[in-house]
């Protein structure tokens, strides 16, 4: 492997563009009591409060059933409209991208003034949100990484190779979207763990708003969950990179 | 006597029919539609429904002509603006980060890429303008350290409130963005074209022209569309930024439906949602002709 | 056969008092909630046994440090024992009218705190009636009559004036909002938020005007002065957050009063000196925020509990002094024992609505220094009608005059 000058360099650049913002509020999370004295005052503190769990657990059972969701409902979705359904990509374009262009408050009042009391009243009711509003990044994720790939004439070949429906699905189509398929997951779930607007707006409480709430007179505090918040959406996603998702890469690239 | 021969006429097709082929077509995408129907067309109807309400309840056309006139004129021209210039400092140097690291990135530095983008895809808000006034803000670490070496980032006029301060902050997620969702498409792009071009005498110029550019502008259209409706409805971060002094739609929105001066103007907002709709499927047109040409290439 | 004559006549009794004994209590229920005021709920000791018994509080967008509602929170939870879940503290009174109006039952405010121009046709359902129930404090007569409804819908419950909030480096100290002018506070002026949206903006705009040469009807000059401002660098526009404020962004800004106390502890906290002054050209009292019981309330008892809570005028305990012992004081009796709301709010700089009447009585706490507008100089109050025609001119105008 010829040793890139190009990409080194660039990963640099992007280092810095990166992580500059993100130390520069790190070490503003670090800090004790001025600039001068740093410690780890503000993340014991986040450990501390009795609530910190419980909120944690909320979201992340959100953020797994929405990943779910979007799975099951897109993957079959966009894979379908590429196989059989060519002419209706545009209207399905059209349709994801919405979520995106409506501001969230005038979906959250939509929301309460549609929605059922039964569905108002359960938590699960974000989950379902979520998975709408990633649905513009989900969507645009597995269409463009499907567009590129031949995947009628793939199929086309299994089948006539005598493959049945279930191991084409399996062994042919499955592993050629997986990329795509692992960023639309990625996203849906950074999306579904950061959610604020729209859960506030629907008198909900997970992490995100309790951060909020709990951080109002402590503003090192604030700033040092919202670090945490970040750093563990990141780390999630490269457990999942480097777990799940990891396992068979080697395989794929013959 | 001449025979009647039966010729096939290539492309017809029984598109538009309601037959049992078309409706068969149709069945594995109900759950999506449904989906989409109950969770956001639902909701959006009553948005849609109140915008062409009055305050007493009467069907009127005024919340319409209201948005037509400043300062709402003012915040479509500038949200469009914003919306166009984000995308375009954050596509192509998306997509060539992402080619880039595919082509020539370790695994170990694809997953941790891919990981980064997706992190950062979904920043925004409170703590992005926080890391940002953290990093260059009057008091910044970095503009403290530019001092030092003689460089003053605020001699000028720049402040970081204000539209070029946006675009600035809205790359810390319109890149990841980018990155995440063109990747895909990179990926599929196979090492074997390029190598069984350049075996048939193609230059790295007619690659690129007659093949890789072709097959990836679809792709690049496609997310580059997702970057302009980004940029273009993005809320938490802008009202954290700003105080009114850049007028956008999403942050005028909020304040009708969701703020503590205008009273009785909901239905106004609602309006200005609607607009944003229209201003969406307006900026499809172009890519839906693109996609077309490009359809007609691939078949 | 007697076995079921027994068994039939039983039941036949329970039949014809079961009802009468759910009725007397679910009457007892339903008559608190349509209590207009503290004898008809029963008086002072009914009250707090049945707000006790209803064990909760849902208060809506009540930020602690916001004129000391902190300690009231936490002092009435004390006291009573009565949880109170506070949803959306940042939240903005066309929030807590929009939750009224769709949220399920669960998620209902009992009281909301309001700003008194969300007090028209917004506070009305579909069909328009009011959101809210008429409820008069036991103070009722303290309370001037240009801020309440004459039924008792809502009421008005503190107000606070605009201060020059910066950092102690700052020099030379401001004193006035023309002295924010001086070319040595370049890159420092913020405001709290858009003045389209935030109340503590659009009354500092209101201020600005007033020393400018504007007036409660003309509030153009306050426009121009910020749009002059920006052009020579001074005014910075990112919003004026406790955080923003740690990491430098600004160091001057027009902020309500009863948000000193507050800022200034948190900006100890990070090792900084935040001071507050009252601008000597313009010392604007904004009209008051509002209160009301919500009509679909869950605990009745307890919102009028707290609304009594809010209006007390007395002097006495505050969270940190209540004992156990106090706690098991009979229910007018422990209420008659704790600072009241009114005094509370005043220490957190403040003006309860009932100031003027306290003041003559001498049962006023001393508000905190630094914070009182200095004898003799002129306050201005806008009325109602001059604040919804300076909103509508700022509406139009800021984003151009700022750009």
Same mark, same amino acid.
């Given at each position: ?254 | ?56 309840? *009467?069907?009127?056309? *005024? ?237 | ?199 503590? =903006? ?40 406790? =955080? ?160």
């Amino acid at each position: 492997m010829k040793r890139s000058l190009t990409l080194y360099t660039t990963l640099i650049l992007g280092g810095i563009f990166v992580f500059l913002p993100f130390g520069s509020a790190a070490e503003f999370s670090f800090r004790d009591g001025g600039a001068n004295k740093h410690s780890l005052k503000a993340y014991r503190w986040i450990l501390e409060q009795p609530d910190f769990v419980h909120y944690l657990l909320v979201t992340l059972k959100l953020t797994v059933i929405a990943v779910v969701i979007t799975i099951l409902l897109m993957v079959p979705t966009v894979v379908w409209l590429h196989l059989r359904a060519q002419s209706l990509r545009p209207l399905m374009e059209f349709l994801t991208i919405l979520p995106l262009v409506i501001p969230v408050v005038a979906l959250a009042i939509g929301a309460q003034s549609a929605f059922p009391t039964w569905l108002q009243s359960t938590e699960y009711e974000l989950s379902l949100m979520f998975a709408v509003l990633a649905m513009p990044y989900t969507y645009r994720t597995l269409d463009t990484g499907i567009a590129a790939i031949p995947l009628a004439t793939l199929t086309e070949a299994a089948r006539s190779l005598g493959a049945n429906w279930f191991n084409t699905i399996i062994r042919v189509i499955l592993p050629v979207i997986r990329s795509a398929v692992i960023g639309a997951v990625f996203i849906a779930t950074a999306l579904s763990l950061g959610e604020f607007t729209l859960t506030v707006l629907l008198h909900w409480d997970t992490f995100p708003t309790w951060v909020t709430s709990i951080s109002q007179q402590n503003i090192v505090g604030a700033i040092a969950l919202s670090i945490f918040s970040l750093a563990a959406a990141f780390l999630i996603l490269i457990i999942l990179n480097f777990t799940i998702f990891g396992a068979r890469t080697k395989k794929v690239e013959e | 006597m001449p025979e009647t021969v039966e010729v096939e006429i290539k492309g017809a097709t029984s598109r538009g029919t309601l037959n049992r082929r078309n409706l068969l077509v149709l069945l594995p995408l109900i759950p999506i539609f449904v989906y989409l129907g109950a969770f956001f067309l639902f909701p959006m109807s009553r948005v849609l429904f109140d915008s062409f309400k009055s305050n007493k309840g *009467e069907f009127t056309l *005024e919340n319409f002509q209201i948005v037509l006139h400043n300062p709402y004129r003012l915040a479509f021209l500038t949200s469009i603006k914003l919306g166009l210039v984000s995308a375009l400092t954050a596509a192509l140097p998306g997509a060539l980060f992402a080619y880039l690291i595919e082509i020539k990135g370790s695994e170990r530095i694809k997953k941790l890429v891919s990981s980064l983008s997706g992190v950062l895809s979904s920043t925004g808000g409170v703590p992005l303008a926080f890391m940002f006034i953290a990093a260059i803000g009057a008091q910044g670490s970095a503009t403290t350290l530019l001092k030092n070496l003689g460089i003053d980032l605020y001699s000028g006029k720049f402040t970081l409130f204000s539209f070029t301060g946006l675009v600035i902050v809205y790359l810390y997620f319109q890149i990841p963005i980018m990155v995440v969702v063109f990747t895909p498409a990179v990926k599929a792009l196979r090492n074997e074209w390029h190598e069984a071009a350049t075996n048939l005498g193609a230059t790295r110029f007619n690659y690129w022209r007659n093949i890789g550019i072709p097959i990836l502008f679809p792709s690049f259209a496609a997310s580059f569309l997702l970057l302009f409706a980004n940029g273009f409805s993005a809320y938490a971060t802008a009202r954290a930024m700003t105080v009114g002094n850049v007028a956008l739609v999403p942050l005028q929105i909020g304040s009708l439906v969701d703020g503590n001066i205008q009273v009785g103007g909901a239905n106004i907002g609602k309006a200005l949602a609607m607009g944003m709709v229209l201003i969406s499927a307006v900026a499809m047109i172009p890519y839906l002709v693109i996609q077309r040409r490009t359809r007609r290439w691939q078949s | 056969m007697r076995k079921h004559l027994i068994v039939g006549v039983a039941v036949a009794l329970s039949a014809a008092v079961l009802p009468s004994v759910t009725a007397s209590s679910a009457n007892a229920a339903s008559a608190i909630c349509t209590a207009p005021n503290l004898q008809a709920a029963g008086g002072m000791d009914a009250l707090v046994k049945a707000a006790k018994a209803e064990k909760q509080l849902n208060i809506i967008t009540v930020p602690r440090d916001w004129a000391n509602y902190g300690e009231a929170i936490d002092a009435f939870q004390k006291a009573f024992g009565i949880k109170i879940n506070d949803d959306n503290p940042d939240g903005s009174s066309a929030y807590e009218l929009q939750t009224i109006k769709t949220a399920p039952a669960s998620k209902q405010p009992d009281v909301v705190d309001i700003g008194i121009t969300h007090t028209g046709a917004e506070a009305q359902d579909s069909l328009g009636r009011s959101l809210f129930t008429p409820y008069k404090v036991a103070n009722w007569k303290d309370i001037s009559t240009d801020w309440k409804d004459a039924n008792g819908l809502w009421y008005g419950d503190y107000s606070g004036s605009i201060s020059i909030a910066y950092d102690s480096t700052v020099s030379p100290a401001p004193t006035k909002i023309a002295d924010l002018t001086n070319p040595a506070y370049k890159g420092m002026v913020a405001l709290g938020g858009d003045p389209t949206a935030a109340t503590e =903006a659009f009354t500092s705009v209101f201020a600005a005007a007033l020393a400018n040469g504007g007036s409660l009807t003309n509030v153009q000059p306050g426009i121009d002065f910020f749009a002059a401002l920006k052009k020579s660098g001074n005014f910075v526009s990112v919003p004026a957050t406790g =955080a923003n404020y740690a990491s430098g962004a600004y160091k001057i800004a027009l902020s309500w009063s009863y948000n000193g106390p507050g800022a200034i502890a948190s900006a100890a906290k990070i090792g900084k000196t935040l001071k507050y002054v009252t601008p000597s050209d313009a010392a604007l009292i904004a009209p008051p925020y509002v209160q009301a019981i919500n009509a679909k309330a869950p605990h009745c008892a307890a919102a009028r509990l707290w609304e009594e809570f809010l209006y007390s005028q007395n002097k006495g305990l505050t969270s940190k002094t209540i004992t156990t012992a106090d706690t098991k004081l009979s229910g007018s009796a422990l209420f008659a024992k704790l600072q009241g709301g009114q005094n509370i709010w005043a220490l957190g700089a403040a003006h309860p609505i009932m100031e003027a009447a306290m003041k003559t009585k001498g049962t006023l706490v001393t508000p905190p220094a630094g914070f009182e507008i200095p004898k003799g100089q002129k306050t201005y109050s806008p009325s109602f009608d001059q604040v919804v025609a300076a909103r509508d001119v700022v509406n139009k105008n800021w984003a151009t005059a700022t750009a």
